[in-house]
């Protein structure tokens, strides 16, 4: 069985990466990763040996490129960038451990352009056969993001010479130009995240959102015209006024041996146009944890922030170290300490916001899903007496399950996040909320699908036994035919308005007198 992606069109074909399992249920070591050329009379595989491969790129001389890296790395580890040329010679020209390489475009002249993390954060390079690389353009902040999936891009070459990127800064993206003569302009756009960019002769287009729009396709001309929507957001029926806007905040966290002692949030505070709160009142804290983890908080709309920020909660959704965007040293921060900093940098976040009179210390909650629901199950066990409540979606409660069985991709992600498996078992035992239930007496909801393959339930409900037996309030929800992420309207709905009602029973507030909200069932209240 083959499986192919990041399609590039050649003369008779397309070139694609295949992934090939010789069966159904392969284990990972079994399947194979190349790059092939497609045609009538069937695939040649033109580059085979690395664990992984991305980004075949034909260049105009009769060049390829393409990245490539093996297992236990990631690919922003050490995602090389590879170029064959006509006479099959072969060229690494960056990347490997300790560096990595993302999105290779070949321009008309025959140099390669490329993003690589050599000065810390994922900066502009061009190669040229025959030459080093060179360090075109750094702007102190990540131009790329983790290659999670194929065919991101982060920068374009318009055809007069021009390049435009985009790039992070305090909690939100900027859209640069850069022109052939180094100079370098900022476009004003009114969003905050920005990706996908493609050149349309000299314009770009791109996938655009923000705090008050969910993601549009925007088509920038480049020449001081308005930009134009080509493809708008869904017509939501809301009043902006509606929507919190979040702010960019950085914290001191504890260093950890990190050599870094500041972390980063996105923080919305509450709003409602139709209620106001009363004179002193402090709001509840909900302190998300994203997936990834090697991922970050997005300024882009998002109902499920909003839901909470509408009702009287201010979010906070943490960068915890080892989030993307902040260059290599905040991301590697995360190697080894999984389960570690990313904890001391949730509880510093709450009690930084406590401290500065903007929440309630006595209501605090942290929620997270998969990998941000072991964050939020790893803190209430191993950081005990901050949060007064929490939210377990789908999360791992434990390590070493998730490591002996995943898809080829992760399969050794977390021997750089936690250890080398199964030689550090002992680690991912310690680190493994399931192994700490004696210490978790804060009230916690449990969300789970009962056909989760990557956190099963026996994962849940080996933590809500423990609530039971120790007599901790606890909410357990269960949903039919539900996997890892819930897809089901209805099922969304009801794990928000059951972990709603659960802080409200546990907090002692009501539900908001206009909303048909059936109470969740809080056991040992």
């Known amino acids: 069985m083959s499986r192919h992606a990041d399609l590039t069109a050649v003369a008779g074909g397309v070139l694609a990466v295949r992934e090939h399992h010789p069966a159904e249920h392969a284990p990972a070591a079994d399947v194979v990763n190349e790059v092939v050329r497609i045609g009538p009379d069937g695939a040649e595989v033109l580059v085979s040996g690395p664990d992984f491969v991305s980004d075949p790129r034909p260049g105009p001389g009769g060049e390829l490129a393409w990245l490539q890296w093996d297992h236990p790395h990631m690919p922003w580890d050490a995602a090389q960038l590879v170029v064959r040329a006509a006479d099959g010679s072969e060229t690494v020209v960056a990347g490997g451990p300790g560096e990595s390489v993302v999105q290779p475009v070949w321009a008309p002249d025959g140099a390669l352009w490329f993003l690589c993390d050599r000065t810390d954060v994922w900066s502009l390079y061009r190669w040229r ?14 131009i790329a993001g983790p290659q999670w999936v194929f065919g991101a891009s982060r920068f374009a070459l318009l055809d007069d010479g021009r390049i435009v990127l985009a790039h992070g800064r305090e909690g939100r993206d ?23 960019l493609v050149a349309a002769g000299n314009d770009v287009v791109c996938v655009a959102g923000g705090p008050d729009s969910e993601p549009v396709v925007l088509r920038v001309p480049l020449d001081g015209n308005a930009p134009v929507v080509l493809r708008p957001a869904r017509d939501l029926g809301l009043d902006p006024a509606w929507f919190s806007r979040p702010e960019h905040v950085s914290f001191p966290t504890e260093d950890g041996g990190t050599g870094i002692g500041v972390a980063h949030a996105l923080v919305y505070p509450p709003a409602n146009p139709e209620v106001t709160a009363p004179d ?90 998969s990998a941000g629901g072991y964050t939020t199950l790893a803190a209430l066990s191993m950081r005990p007496g901050v949060f007064t409540a929490g939210a377990s979606h789908y999360g791992v409660a434990d390590l070493g399950a998730l490591a002996a069985e995943t898809h080829k991709f992760e399969s050794r992600y977390l021997d750089g996040l936690v250890a080398p498996w199964p030689a550090g078992a002992d680690v991912y035992a310690e680190r493994s909320p399931i192994n700490h239930v004696d210490a978790l007496d804060t009230p916690l909801a449990v969300f789970q699908g009962d056909e989760d393959a990557i956190v099963p339930p026996d994962q849940a409900e080996a933590i809500v036994a423990a609530l039971r037996a120790k007599g901790v309030p606890h909410a357990y929800l269960l949903f039919a035919g539900e996997q890892h992420g819930f897809r089901q309207a209805a099922n969304i709905r009801a794990a928000l308005d059951g972990e709603l009602s659960f802080y409200a029973q546990v907090w002692g507030f009501d539900l908001p007198a206009d909303e048909d909200i059936t109470p969740i069932d809080v056991v040992a209240l």
């Open 174 to 196: 900027r859209l640069v130009v850069r022109s052939p003569d180094g100079g370098l302009r900022e476009v004003e756009l009114a969003y905050a995240a920005l990706r996908d």
């Open 280 to 369: 002193g009142a402090l709001p509840p804290l909900l302190v998300l944890v994203h997936g990834g983890p090697t991922s970050a908080a997005s300024p882009v709309l998002n109902l499920a922030v909003q839901y909470w920020t509408s009702r009287g909660f201010c979010v906070a959704d943490v960068d915890y170290r080892g989030s993307t965007g902040y260059g290599r040293r905040y991301r590697d921060a995360l190697q080894g300490r999984w389960g570690v900093v990313d904890l001391d940098d949730v509880v510093a976040c709450a009690r930084y916001l406590a401290d500065a009179g903007r929440v309630d210390p006595a209501r605090m909650a942290i929620r997270g899903g």
């Open 129 to 142: 056969a025959g030459a080093a690389a060179e360090l075109v353009l750094d702007v102190g902040s990540d």
